[in-house]
């Protein structure tokens, strides 16, 4: 079978198109044959070896999560059938890119009757969306949140999941092009983080008030600006910190400061699964029905041939992706 691996981490330059053994699926895993996987930002974090749970040894086979078919069952298997449609997402071995995966059944969820693969190869970045809409906080009907650099995988999750519990969304992108993408998923308040500065833009957008959530990945030595775009008992929700830490280390100092408005930070990972298989299971089944049923439509902005996987990670890096890039096997 065809695989995508790393031998070394590196730039996008690592990955190798391959042949490998097809697997064979061992005591309590299931053999899935791969229609689409995601690729996303944080395949980036594991080939540029920033990730702390990869636990394969080289050559590491790339990808967190796909869509495919079980083609057959390890001893012990229950549950599950030959032929049934699956979700696949192993935060620890990876190794969706790949025509075929054996993985462990706990690893992988049934999808509804009929889910289009590449919108399940899509999912991932709605599991990380309910957890910080539903998980992290409880984001309500008439609450509002902002989301900067939103127009990538995981925004658009958290735009359209919001949208979908009534919640208000203000979003920003670094151009033109990413916010008329942003609008196209029916965000109306929209600015670019580039032309404008961004603490002013949400307090404009939100008529004074601030938001109830900032949900953030970048955090870095501005990050205690964004205090000032937060209704009284708003959180900052981070997700990453690609900026890196905050200048002004003296947060507590500064949460004091401001104490009127009571606010909170919180740093979610989709990691706090780990511990709790059985709830993530059920996280994993209520968005895969919210996706079969149309209820969120995960955009997929290309989809390419399995062979170019480097060129789907150099698309990630480069910032260009529009909601989901999905590759296809081709054999
Ligand atoms: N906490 C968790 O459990 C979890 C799980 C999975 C992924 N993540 C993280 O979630 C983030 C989004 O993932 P994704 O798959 O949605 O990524 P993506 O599709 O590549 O989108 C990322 C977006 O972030 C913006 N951005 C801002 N600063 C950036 C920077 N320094 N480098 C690159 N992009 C930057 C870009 O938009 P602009 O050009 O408009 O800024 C880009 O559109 C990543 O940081 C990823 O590591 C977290």
């Not at 009757?113 to 969306?129: K, L, P, Q, S, T």
């Not at 009907?141 to 995981?154: T, V």
């Amino acid at each position: 079978m065809k695989a995508v691996v790393f031998e070394e981490f590196g730039g996008p330059e690592v990955l190798k198109y391959v042949d490998l053994p097809k697997p064979v699926p061992g005591p309590g895993q299931v053999l899935v044959k791969t229609m689409s996987a995601g690729v996303c930002k944080a395949d980036w974090r594991v080939r540029t070896g920033r990730s702390q749970w990869l636990t394969s040894p080289f050559p590491v086979t790339v990808g967190y999560e796909s869509a495919g078919v079980i083609e057959a069952l390890g001893e012990g298997v229950t549950g599950f059938s030959v032929g049934q449609p699956v979700h696949v997402l192993h935060m620890a071995v990876y190794g969706t890119n790949a025509d075929y995966m054996a993985v462990t059944a706990d690893d992988v969820a049934p999808l509804p009757e009929g889910m289009d693969f590449d919108a399940a190869a899509a999912a991932f970045n709605y599991f990380v969306a309910w957890g910080l809409l539903e998980q992290v906080v409880q984001a309500s009907p008439g609450q509002s949140l902002y989301i900067g650099g939103a127009a990538g995988g995981i925004g658009t999750a958290v735009i359209q999941l919001a949208q979908h519990k009534g919640v208000e969304v203000i979003a920003s992108a670094s151009t033109e092009e990413k916010c008329a993408y942003l609008r196209g998923l029916g965000v109306e308040k929209v600015f670019n983080y580039k032309a404008e500065d961004d603490v002013a833009a949400v307090k404009r957008l939100s008529g004074g008030r601030g938001v109830d959530y900032v949900y953030d990945q970048v955090a870095g030595p501005a990050f205690c600006r964004q205090f000032d775009m937060l209704a009284t008992y708003g959180q900052i929700i981070l997700y990453n910190y690609l900026g890196g830490y905050p200048e002004d280390r003296e947060i507590i100092h500064l949460l004091q400061s401001k104490c009127e408005g009571c606010y909170g930070i919180r740093y979610f990972s989709i990691h706090v699964h780990d511990t709790d298989p059985a709830g993530f299971r059920k996280v994993k089944e209520r968005v895969l029905g919210l996706i079969a049923s149309g209820a969120v439509k995960p955009p997929i902005y290309k989809v390419l041939p399995l062979s170019e996987a480097r060129r789907a990670h150099e698309m990630i890096e480069a910032g260009e992706v529009l909601g989901k890039l999905v590759l296809h096997p081709e054999g």
